[in-house]
């Protein structure tokens, strides 16, 4: 069934997108194509700022740019007020050109080059290290003019994830300083001059356990307060993360954000009396959670077999949105122009691209397709063109944003130009 959310509307068995015709939208800006609803992030960015504010005054909220890094969409967040976590010098990049300062990034690379680390200190950005050995070579890079502020990833020693793939601490996790070695980190940072610090984690993603997010933030601050009161130091923000999940399939649990910001910054602000830590700012930086459901992807119906099953071939594929080859992630499927059909089929809905792991769903049941017929692609907002690929030789998809029936292009379609772009051929191999 059809479920209707506040910028997804049934009309007359019709699909609207912010007010906009999905069957429009498809002629207009061709397929595969990424809707993304401005409203949506709107209402999702002030529901998460404001379950945390509320409770804890001293509260800042930075969006991961990963999770979609659409120039429009950080333009959009930088003007409700977030500031932008960044995980590679392009997304520094992206973040200036979306206007945001200096002040309002955090760099959070990880088994970072050389060269970032001189990016990042050429830019004068508040940096996050990931591990003890970093924190020597960050120092040699920066010769003289040593950073007066770090901040340091850790690894909790727990984590959760909605796939394996998705758990981001433990002793699997490839990131962090793992709990033995925190102390001797800011021990080493506080040598090197460093009075400023930051603490971060990031154990996990697309959690929608409410308990989880107060018992990481306890684990951190039960670390966190020890260290702060043998080393002498404080800290000007504790970062705990994101991981904050959306439902994926119907009837599953939605993630109450309002008591995650409520149980959370309480238990923040014990933990900073019990250990002295002042009223340090308590940071999140969410993804998924603020753009993941504000996106549809449109695709085509182009081809039709009848073989051991059914399958509808669309032209998305697994180089247009990669989660559900990655992780066997779940996507609502819907035929855009036919919500209301009773009529119903069990089929794969499969892409393009030649890898038997390009399908979309299996033995999934959708109204009876034809050929020409639109399939939207639910909650892809987040982690869907930020991963999408050339794979297979084809260009990567278009993007817009809509609002109150209004849309706007925000990425062009790739075309076959630009497959080649910054390619050179020898001149001998010309001839």
Do not use: W
């Amino acid at each position: 069934m059809f479920e209707v959310k506040d910028y997804l509307e049934n009309r007359k068995g019709r699909l609207f997108i912010g007010g906009c015709s999905a069957e429009k939208l498809a002629a207009e800006y061709g397929t595969p194509l990424y809707v993304y609803s401005e409203s949506r992030i709107t209402d999702n960015y002030y529901r998460m700022f404001n379950a945390f504010k509320r409770h804890y005054k001293n509260f800042d909220l930075y969006y991961a740019i990963k999770c979609n890094n659409n120039l429009a969409v950080l333009s959009l967040l930088r003007k409700l007020g977030a500031g932008a976590d960044c995980s590679s010098p392009a997304e520094v990049y992206l973040a200036k050109k979306a206007g945001f300062s200096k002040e309002r990034l955090l760099y959070s690379g990880i088994y970072l080059r050389d060269d970032e680390m001189r990016f990042a200190l050429k830019e004068g950005l508040r940096i996050n290290l990931e591990d003890i050995s970093q924190i020597d070579r960050l120092m040699k890079q920066a010769g003289k003019e040593k950073p007066k502020f770090l901040c340091l990833r850790i690894n909790p020693g727990v984590g959760s994830g909605k796939y394996k793939n998705l758990v981001f601490a433990g002793p699997d996790a490839k990131f962090g300083i793992i709990e033995k070695q925190v102390e001797a980190a800011y021990q080493k940072a506080k040598e090197h001059g460093v009075t400023k610090f930051g603490i971060h984690m990031m154990t996990g993603s697309c959690i929608t356990d409410e308990d989880y997010f107060v018992g990481i933030t306890e684990r951190l601050m039960d670390l966190a307060g020890p260290i702060a009161k043998k080393l002498g130091i404080s800290f000007e923000f504790v970062d705990v993360g994101g991981g904050f999940g959306i439902a994926y399939k119907p009837g599953e649990k939605e993630l109450d954000i309002v008591d995650v910001g409520k149980r959370v910054a309480e238990k923040f602000a014990e933990k900073c009396e019990k250990y002295g830590l002042g009223k340090p700012t308590l940071m999140v930086e969410p993804g998924r959670y603020l753009v993941g459901d504000a996106g549809v992807l449109l695709t085509k119906v182009t081809s039709i077999k009848e073989g051991h099953k059914k399958f509808v071939g669309v032209d998305a594929g697994m180089n247009t949105l990669l989660r559900p080859a990655l992780y066997d992630a779940y996507h609502q499927i819907f035929v855009a122009n036919k919500l209301n059909e009773t009529e119903t089929e069990k089929v794969n809905v499969v892409g393009p691209i030649c890898e038997n792991s390009d399908q979309f769903a299996k033995n999934r049941e959708l109204a009876k397709t034809q050929l020409g017929d639109i399939l939207s692609v639910l909650n892809t907002g987040a982690y869907g063109f930020g991963m999408s690929s050339q794979y297979n030789t084809r260009p990567r998809a278009a993007e817009v944003l809509v609002k109150h029936g209004r849309a706007e292009l925000i990425r062009a379609r790739e075309t076959f130009e630009d497959l080649h772009r910054g390619v050179a051929v020898p001149a001998r191999l010309e001839k």
